[in-house]
């Protein structure tokens, strides 16, 4: 199966910024979709950006404008990069993969997706 491990997590102010990383131990080009998601206590899981396998990006409303998903695919890794979060972005983010590719509308959905790490916790204080 595909492995992922996610980095780059921690605690920042209200207005700071941070990059999370997703390192897969396979290559990332055979993948249809990439994707982060988030999760916080008594919420159900979240889409936050997804990227297919010909790099098109789909954002989520809450974060657009201030989250970035890309990857190199040289070195089989996914980012998140997140600008001006919010306490309300506080959650634990994952990185998934979906083997398959995906109508626009389902990239999101958690349910399409076949792999997922082990998540990194975000908390943004304000």
């Known amino acids: 199966q595909v492995q992922l491990v996610e980095s780059g997590g921690g605690s920042v102010q209200a207005g700071g910024s941070l990059t999370l990383s997703c390192v897969a131990s396979e290559y990332i080009s055979r993948f249809g979709h990439m994707g982060w998601f988030r999760q916080a206590p008594g919420k159900e899981r979240e889409g936050v950006a997804a990227i297919g396998i010909d790099g098109s990006t789909t954002v989520a409303d809450s974060v657009k404008g201030r989250f970035t998903i890309s990857k190199d695919i040289a070195k089989n890794t996914l980012y998140l990069q997140?600008?001006?979060?919010k306490p309300e972005d506080s959650a634990m983010y994952f990185c998934a993969v979906g083997?398959?590719?995906?109508?626009?509308?389902?990239?999101?959905?958690?349910?399409?997706?076949?792999?997922?790490?082990?998540?990194?916790?975000?908390?943004?204080?304000?």
């Open 99 to 126: 083997l398959s590719r995906m109508r626009v509308d389902y990239v999101l959905d958690p349910r399409r997706y076949n792999f997922w790490g082990q998540g990194t916790q975000v908390t943004v204080s304000s």
């Open 82 to 85: 997140m600008n001006s979060l």
